[in-house]
């Protein structure tokens, strides 16, 4: 059968009739629901390695859950047409939504989703287009930050969004926060200017901004970073770097009611809000943080349609159980994710923390 909705249907009844087999044969079962491909823009694995490095842990289910795209399933069809893999994946997608409540934007998960279906295709087209209309804003952020301004002007360094765009399409990228950075740190690269010494401006300039808030704001980054990354080679072009000395949440946005500094941080840009998702499919809360679960508590509560959250390991807990009670307390779906973005295996130290009853999988399995 060709890659079509007809194959994904099919694919997803199939799955599923695997993973209740499973679910009789053990007891307790490994399982990443939140896992991203390089067909996120900032994800650093293939879909063969994300497959090979599972599959070596012990997992049983995994999801991939790129960001805001489908292209992931064009590759997958080639692997899952002639049979099923082990671990067993489940189709999923990591939307990111528009929301004020959560500070701007919270990110919500489908599972078992037919990546063929038009209706969610089209979801998809829009998150993509509202990325070019963030880039936009981006662009006028970064005039309006006048460290960048300055280093720009004095380096004869030309930065506009159609240099961009001609960038992203010469290497096959889309528009996001890393494959911003990546333009960025090509044309500093192009003049030899390091991020620390970008950090050394943006420290100095911050001294004069008049607004102790988001002075605040910013001393707390830089001080953090300073002390994260050290001063050697491997640092000196650093985009993941860049890109956390520039987008600084917090300040900018759009409950901000004081003249831009120009953080590239912006959250709401024209993406799709919760209550645009289809139908089709259920939505998981992914990571919810801790410090916010009574505004992820809200949300879900005037949503219906959100059945479950993510226990992710990236989360900073203080008390994972507080967790497990908003769950609890909640009535919702427990699912167990990583967020991993590369195969390097960082998150996978404490196995135990993806182990699941079968009772839990076959509740997953049954209301998504």
Sequence with gaps: MNNT???WQDYLKLIKKELKRLCHEKTKLYIDLHMHSNYSADGKQSVRQIIENTQ????????ITDHDTLDAYDELYDIVKDGLTAPIIIPGIEFTMDNSKYGGQ???LELFINPKDKTLMNQVDKNKKAMFNRSKIQFKRLKENITIESITKENKIKISYDDYLKYLEINNLIPEYDTLCFYLIDKFKSKNITTFEILDRLEK???LDCYPDRKLYKTRRYKKLRGKYEYCEKNDYNSRFLLSMLAVR???DDWWDKPSSGSLSVNSYGQLKIE???NN???IFAHPEEKKLDIAGEIINNNPRIIGAE????????DRNNFDNFVKELDLIKIIGSDTHDNSGEFYEDMGFYLISNEEMLNIINNC
């Design 250 to 252: 917090e300040v900018d």
């Design 281 to 283: 499919y259920k939505i």
């Design 106 to 108: 919270c990110h919500m």
């Design 205 to 207: 300039d911050n001294e």
């Design 276 to 278: 645009e998702l289809n």
């Design 5 to 7: 909705y007809e194959f």
């Design 56 to 63: 070596n842990k012990g997992f049983d289910v995994i999801a």
């Design 311 to 318: 226990k992710n390991i990236r989360s900073d807990y203080e």
